[in-house]
T-cell receptor
Framework: DTGVSQDPRHKITKRGQNVTFRCDPI?????LYWYRQTLGQGPEFLTY????????KSRLLSDRFSAERPKGSFSTLEIQRTEQGDSAMYLC?????????????????FGPGTRLTVL | GNSVTQMEGPVTLSEEAFLTINCTYT??????LFWYVQYPGEGLQLLLK?????DKGSNKGFEATYRKETTSFHLEKGSVQVSDSAVYFC????????????FGSGTKLNVKP
C-alpha cells in the first residue's frame, strides 16, 4: 500500500494524559499536513511541513500541541495534557510541492485519520 | 479571507437521480478548487479539481466547473448509484499559499435503491 498511513486508528485516553499520533506520507511527497476534523465539519488546517521544516502553524495549534518530522519522512503529532475538547479526528495528508504558476501538484492525499476520544 | 460554503445535508436521492451539491467560495485571488469524498470509516479521497476559471474537473461521472463570475464550484452527476453514498467536501487552496486548504463543512449524500 503506497498511500498515507496513520497510527493508531483509534485512541481513547483520559483527560490530562499525553497522546502521540504517527503519520507516514507517500514516500516521494516532501510536504506533510495535519488537520483536525470534528463531527459534522470539514477538516481544519493545523500545520504543515516541507521536508523536516515546520513552515506554518494554525492558531488552532495551542501550546499543548507539538508536531515533528525529524527526518523529513514520517511525522508525529503530540498532544499534552489532553482536554475533552481535543476529541476529534486527526487527519494527515501529503503532497508534492505545489507549482504556483500552473496550480498543478498541490493535490493533497489523505490518510484514514486517528480518532481521539478524551474521557 | 478564504472560506467555502456548501449546501447543508443530508441529501437523499433515489438511484439514477440527478445530483447537484452547491459550493461557493470566498478567496483573495485565484484559488484552485477541489471536491473530496469521504466514505464511511475512510479518509478523504480527491474526487476532482480545477485550477483556473472555466476549467471543468471530472471523474467517475462527477463534474464541476470553476465559475469565477459566481465564485462557485457546484458538483453534479447525472445518475447516482447507491455506492456514491458518502460525505462530499468542497475545498480551495489559498491563492497566497497553495499548501493551505480550506474545506467546507461537507454534504452527506444518501442514495436509496
Amino acid at each position: 500500500d503506497t498511500g498515507v498511513s496513520q497510527d493508531p486508528r483509534h485512541k481513547i485516553t483520559k483527560r490530562g494524559q499525553n497522546v502521540t499520533f504517527r503519520c507516514d506520507p507517500i514516500s516521494e511527497h516532501n510536504r506533510l499536513y495535519w488537520y483536525r476534523q470534528t463531527l459534522g465539519q470539514g477538516p481544519e488546517f493545523l500545520t504543515y511541513f516541507q521536508n523536516e521544516a515546520q513552515l506554518e502553524k494554525s492558531r488552532l495549534l495551542s501550546d499543548r500541541f507539538s508536531a515533528e518530522r525529524p527526518k523529513g519522512s514520517f511525522s508525529t503529532l503530540e498532544i499534552q495534557r489532553t482536554e475533552q475538547g481535543d476529541s476529534a479526528m486527526y487527519l494527515c495528508a501529503s503532497s508534492l510541492a505545489a507549482q504556483r504558476t500552473s496550480g498543478r501538484g498541490n493535490e493533497q492525499f489523505f490518510g484514514p485519520g486517528t480518532r481521539l476520544t478524551v474521557l | 479571507g478564504n472560506s467555502v460554503t456548501q449546501m447543508e445535508g443530508p441529501v437523499t436521492l433515489s438511484e439514477e437521480a440527478f445530483l447537484t451539491i452547491n459550493c461557493t467560495y470566498t478567496a483573495t485571488g485565484y484559488p484552485s478548487l477541489f471536491w473530496y469524498v469521504q466514505y464511511p470509516g475512510e479518509g478523504l479521497q480527491l474526487l476532482l479539481k480545477a485550477t483556473k476559471a472555466d476549467d471543468k474537473g471530472s471523474n467517475k461521472g462527477f463534474e464541476a466547473t470553476y465559475r469565477k463570475e459566481t465564485t462557485s464550484f457546484h458538483l453534479e452527476k447525472g445518475s447516482v448509484q447507491v455506492s456514491d453514498s458518502a460525505v462530499y467536501f468542497c475545498a480551495l487552496s489559498d491563492p497566497g499559499n497553495f499548501n493551505k486548504f480550506y474545506f467546507g463543512s461537507g454534504t452527506k449524500l444518501n442514495v436509496k435503491p
